[in-house]
């Protein structure tokens, strides 16, 4: 069945510091793939999405670029910031057969910026 | 616009006991969406209700989880008994469209501690 994998954390980096959160996916059919953030003690918010191949998402500084050759949707952003410090969650959506929009997650990558 | 909400935001409950989750979608929203965070686990779906229609409740892990959408509006999660293992972040999600595309707009979530 479709997968999410996401690299483990938690990830610490500095202030400024360059970030990268590895996520790969299976799926059966052509799936749109989201990066949700969990800042601390608030719900799950849409970061960024790409619904086909090539696409870039991109928001508050973060982009990921959809690679279907290599099953990819790596999270980047050039310069964190301590207010960045979230759980970062990757998820794919492919509405075949039955699943009519359901999301399928990664466990989820805590990140934690230091000033 | 008001998000969704999701009532209580944390319960604690001995085995055995009932426990009921309400969440409301955003205004409009004809989808709604349950899922499930175990504790070191991905966020795993539950069920789809499309209006007051149950799409799809293929992730209901067994007969004590009874997921209601009286007039497509809110929805309620029952647990009844709960168990140990039914502790964890119960998300609420709603969406205008049901595709693979359409994006998924989280509650708050309620964390469920079973004693």
């Known amino acids: 069945g479709d997968s999410v994998t996401q690299m483990e954390g938690p990830v610490t980096l500095s202030e400024e510091a360059f970030l990268t959160i590895n996520c790969t996916y299976t799926a059966t059919g052509y799936p749109s793939l989201f990066w949700y953030v969990q800042y601390p003690g608030e719900g799950l918010q849409l970061l960024l999405k790409?619904?086909?191949?090539?696409d870039k998402g991109s928001n508050k500084g973060f982009e990921a670029t959809y690679r279907k050759e290599t099953t990819s949707f790596h999270l980047e952003k050039g310069s964190v910031q301590v207010s960045d410090s979230a759980v970062y969650f990757c998820a794919l959506s492919d509405g075949y057969g039955g699943s009519q929009g359901n999301l399928i997650f990664g466990k989820g990558t805590k990140l934690s910026v230091k000033p | 616009e008001a998000g969704v909400t999701q009532f209580p935001s944390h319960s604690v409950i001995e085995k055995g006991q009932t426990v009921t989750l309400r969440c409301d979608p955003i205004s409009g929203h004809d989808n709604l969406y349950w899922y499930r965070r175990v504790m070191g686990k991905e966020i795993k779906f539950l069920l789809h209700?499309?209006?007051?229609?149950?799409?799809?409740e293929s992730g209901m892990p067994n007969n004590r989880f009874l997921a209601e959408r009286t007039g497509g509006t809110y929805s309620t999660l029952k647990v009844q008994p709960a168990e140990l293992e039914d502790s964890g972040v119960y998300f609420c999600?709603?969406?205008?469209?049901?595709?693979?595309?359409?994006?998924?707009?989280f509650g708050p979530g309620t964390r469920l501690t079973v004693l």
């Open positions: 999600a709603s969406s205008s469209g049901q595709g693979r595309t359409d994006t998924q707009y």
């Open positions: 790409a619904t086909k191949a090539d």
């Open positions: 209700f499309v209006k007051e229609s149950k799409q799809d």
